[in-house]
């Protein structure tokens, strides 16, 4: 059947847009695939691919070198390498491509993220010959990192590994195993050569034990429509529209969700509620309109709204915050510095702020956190950022628009960075927490907390001769959980004898009472939500049994810090033991006074045995095993 | 049911237009450049949606050379009557009183002062600290690798090696005094995506861009249209030839395609089968190796 102009145009119209980025090495054959990819799907205009010919045999090539497409810039022509992300365009009867290429090197990471920052598939190279190697896993982190849900590998030069199955599988298995350790929803392998066109466009004959699709057939069809997140709505105002006295309108792009004529909604930060009179899409008036589309919104009162401010559904609010957490990389030169302000581009605003802490770097190549004082160039970690004034914001995983910044030296007004907001700092977790936050003020209850703060709440009592290990190891499981964005609290003897309990001294009567308010602060703690490790030598079972009906069975855990009196007579870090033994101190257990070890403890760490850090990693096992951290 | 999901096309839209309002809400002094093509037409209607019902709040600025085909001036007068914008014409007359034409100075010193220059002392004088163009990224190799936010020094020069990184829609306008943003809100849309929605939205254009029969010379393999005054080479004999314009330029750099397209449809048909890009037909890209990368490192759009 003939098909007419109008409907052909209605098809091509209607196509849907997808946006991959591309990485890989300097000789992972990149460029050639991507000027295979437009080649064989015919995107390559007759006169580009004559300039293509005349340009590869003046570099001396004997074959149409694609990689010359590509690599568009004179100095990059003439280096042979990329150094800047291109933007190509090509559509098949289904899909309309943007391909952002970016170069594969190290120190171009800051490319690699740009492409990154808008795209719905990575397109990840990787040399048959080599395998994974550092960049490899660098760019794949990079994707995760930047919320890319799918990656697709296409391992390439196939050709000069004799179409082997092997090597294939070798280079699934060991990117796969890397994958699991990053947030990657959908990952894929495809074995290519890009030179030879094998699986790119056409199936490949010289692999037949391949029975997925080549490159282009899994570009056209692969799943993307539900990517968009249509549930929050968030609509950063943009522009204020006041063209006459009787109209005024907000312009700005639905950042996540839909909006309904009609609607209640809230503006924020002013929390003033207001319903949707009018939308406005580009000449038409519409009664409903969603992400990404440009609006413009009418509202039935007269509120004074900024650009900046934003527009939400009351019962499902961003968060509303000046001290953030993020997941930062690091795209200057000049090293961050935590003793000035920068300025953060977020939305639809522009705030000041600084830099509170660098709380680690991350390896991407072994996905290890080492301890930094700052980000350099092309560097990733997480970071604490301080705000002047506060932005309206959601978790990156949950919304890349409102979970995404970008971090503007003032001076030399360069980008330097760009943020992924993280939520484990927060005192809301996504907008269903958020939501009850801001429904049951009234009646708020452990659980609630607990779903905020995104844990469950315990105490971890440590209880064991003085020497043993108990704070040292209480305070390094204290610093871990915070690194790891855990709410938590060491209460440990020394600290609340100097205030809390400085009427108490060290009789058994007084022993009892010393922890008994402890362990009703540590209750208090618990409803508030926080992670809590005591460490006291409480020495007696029927005071440690009292502290855990306090606390409640399901929140206590019971931890027997155990060295040998010996040992820690040996250690004898404060000088205790030796002024017992002078009997300088009355009542000294071990000493003087009896220690009861417990009979069912949680766990035992015999720190003669274990190092600091082997306790550290038992005690986060338990909290896991015991689901207390996911 | 519901539809909850953008055709490329519809996405290709709402991202210019944020692109838009975006330098209409950050910038003191923005204009956009108009220079009566097609994607000039495509730009200035999605200025129009941007800010409706109200009025695009900045003006447009033609950079003429005078030598446009008399087409384009009564089509640019007429168009931007009928909607009312502010047009601002800047012309480099001192130049032009001076002689600069593409036949005595060659087509590369033109175009650099009846262009650039013109453009940088249209920019200087109006005391713009941004400009809208309606470049786009599948035009040419170099500008593949143009941001949407072009930052441009206090000559107007564009450093590829220095660019800003640009992520998501977060665009960074800071510059300082003398400095200038070149916006490109069409970057990622191609010819095609052009003519698809000129097509959709009734958008008038240059009647050039539609086949008719045409005094033609063919010169190295191209089309040039014949017009008074022109300087005939030996043996080069005007003929007759069915054509169409795909860009417009100056007349004397302007080629045309044979093409019997004589609607929007018929071109979007044509497009889809189209075998040469777009630029082909333009002399000034192909002037000198990398020529729209000198170009545009000197401050041409």
């Keep these: 059947m003939a098909v007419s102009i109008e409907q052909l145009i209605e098809q091509v119209s209607e196509s849907e847009l997808l946006r991959f980025v591309t990485a890989g090495s300097v000789d992972d054959g990149k460029s050639t695939l991507i000027g295979r990819l437009l080649h064989d799907a015919k995107a390559i205009y007759e006169d580009h691919l004559a300039s293509l010919d005349r340009d590869s045999r003046k570099a001396g090539r004997e074959y149409i070198d694609f990689a010359l497409l590509t690599d568009g810039l004179k100095a990059e022509r003439e280096q042979g390498i990329t150094i800047d992300v291109a933007y190509r365009h090509f559509a098949t009867p289904r899909r309309r491509f943007i391909i952002a290429d970016t170069p594969g090197h190290e120190q171009y990471t800051r490319n690699m993220a740009t492409g990154a920052s808008t795209a719905d598939l990575a397109l990840i190279l990787v040399d048959a010959r080599n395998g994974v190697t550092t960049q490899s896993r660098r760019h794949a982190f990079i994707a995760s990192l930047l919320g890319i849900p799918r990656i697709v590998v296409a391992v390439n030069k196939m050709d000069l590994v004799g179409w082997s199955q092997n090597a294939f599988e070798a280079i699934r298995h060991e990117f796969g195993q890397f994958c699991t350790k990053l947030r990657i929803a959908d990952l894929e392998f495809i074995p290519i050569s890009a030179l030879k066109g094998d699986n790119v466009v056409h199936r490949s004959e010289n692999m037949p034990w391949y029975q997925g699709p080549p490159l282009l057939s899994y570009l056209e069809t692969v799943h993307i429509a539900s990517d968009q997140n249509l549930i929050d709505f968030r609509f950063p105002v943009q522009y204020v529209l006041r063209p006459s006295s009787d109209f005024r309108g907000y312009a700005g792009t639905i950042a996540s969700g839909v909006v309904r004529l009609g609607e209640e909604v809230v503006v924020l930060p002013s929390r003033r509620l207001t319903t949707i009179t009018r939308i406005q899409k580009g000449f038409e008036e519409v009664d409903y309109a969603f992400a990404p589309q440009s609006v413009t919104l009418c509202v039935a009162d007269d509120l004074d709204i900024s650009r900046g401010d934003m527009i939400a559904h009351p019962a499902n609010v961003p968060w509303i915050a000046r001290d953030i957490e993020a997941m930062l990389i690091w795209l200057h030169e000049e090293p961050m510095r935590l003793d000035r302000y920068y300025l953060v581009k977020h939305t639809t605003s522009v705030v000041r702020g600084r830099f509170t802490d660098v709380m680690y770097r991350i390896d991407p190549d072994t996905l290890h956190r080492q301890e930094a004082k700052a980000l350099a160039l092309n560097e990733m970690g997480r970071v604490c950022m301080h705000l002047f004034r506060p932005i309206m914001c959601d978790e990156y995983a949950r919304n890349r628009s409102t979970g995404a910044f970008i971090v503007i030296d003032p001076i030399t007004n360069f980008t330097v960075g760009c943020g992924m907001i993280i939520d484990r700092s927060h005192p809301y977790t996504g907008s269903t927490a958020a939501q009850r936050v801001a429904l049951h003020q009234e009646q708020i209850t452990v659980e609630d907390r607990s779903l905020v703060l995104g844990q469950k709440p315990v105490t971890i009592w440590m209880t064991g001769l003085s020497g043993s290990g108990k704070s040292t190891i209480a305070y390094a499981v204290e610093k871990r959980l915070l690194a790891d964005g855990r709410a938590c609290f060491v209460l440990d003897g020394d600290k609340v004898r100097q205030g809390l309990n400085k009427d108490l001294g060290f009789s058994p009567s007084d022993r009892s009472e010393n922890i008994r308010r402890v362990a009703e602060v540590a209750r208090l703690m618990n409803e508030a939500g926080l992670v809590v490790l005591v460490s006291l030598i409480s020495p007696f079972r029927k005071d440690r049994e009292n502290a855990r009906s306090i606390i409640g069975g399901d929140r206590f855990l019971e931890i027997f810090v155990h060295a040998p009196i010996e040992t820690c007579e040996e250690r004898d870090p404060k000088g205790l033991y030796a002024k017992a033994r002078q009997g300088l101190i009355p009542e000294f257990t071990g000493v003087s006074s009896p220690y009861e070890e417990p009979d069912q403890p949680d766990l035992k760490l015999d720190t003669t045995q274990l190092s600091v850090d082997a306790c550290v990693e038992a005690i986060i096992g338990l909290l896991r095993e015991k689901r207390i951290l996911e | ?301």
């Design chain 2, 1 to 301: 049911m519901e539809k909850l999901h953008l055709s490329h096309l519809e996405a290709l839209e709402a991202e210019s237009i944020h692109i838009i309002r975006e330098v209409a809400a950050e910038f003191e002094r923005p204009v956009m450049l108009y220079s009566v093509g097609k994607d000039s037409s495509v730009m200035v209607r999605l200025a129009q949606k941007a800010f409706y019902p109200g009025k695009i709040p900045f003006p447009l600025l033609h950079v003429d050379t005078g030598m446009k085909f008399p087409e384009m001036y009564e089509f640019r007068d007429r168009f931007c009557r009928e909607i009312g914008a502010d047009l601002r014409i800047y012309r480099h007359d001192e130049a032009i009183a001076q002689g600069v034409n593409p036949w005595d100075m060659g087509t590369v010193k033109c175009c650099a002062i009846l262009k650039t220059q013109a453009l940088l002392n249209a920019l200087q004088e109006g005391g713009y600290d941004a400009a809208l163009g309606g470049a786009r990224r599948d035009e040419e190799k170099s500008r593949a690798k143009e941001r949407v936010y072009s930052f441009r020094d206090s000559y107007g020069q564009w450093d590829p090696k220095n660019q800003r990184p640009e992520l998501w829609n977060l665009y960074n306008g800071r510059i300082k005094k003398g400095e200038c943003i070149r916006v490109f809100p069409l970057s990622n849309w191609t010819e095609l995506d052009v003519w698809l929605y000129i097509y959709r939205e009734q958008i008038p254009v240059v009647p050039m861009y539609f086949a008719k029969e045409r005094p033609m010379v063919v010169r190295d393999g191209r089309l040039i249209p014949v017009y008074e005054g022109m300087r005939l080479q030996p043996g080069e004999e005007p003929q007759t030839v069915m054509c169409r314009f795909r860009t417009l330029g100056c007349y004397p750099c302007t080629g045309a395609v044979v093409s019997s397209a004589r609607s929007v449809a018929e071109i979007v048909q044509e497009m889809i089968t189209v075998k040469h890009s777009e630029r082909v037909t333009r002399l000034i890209d192909h002037d000198q190796d990398s020529s729209m990368e000198q170009k545009k490192r000197e401050g041409y759009f």
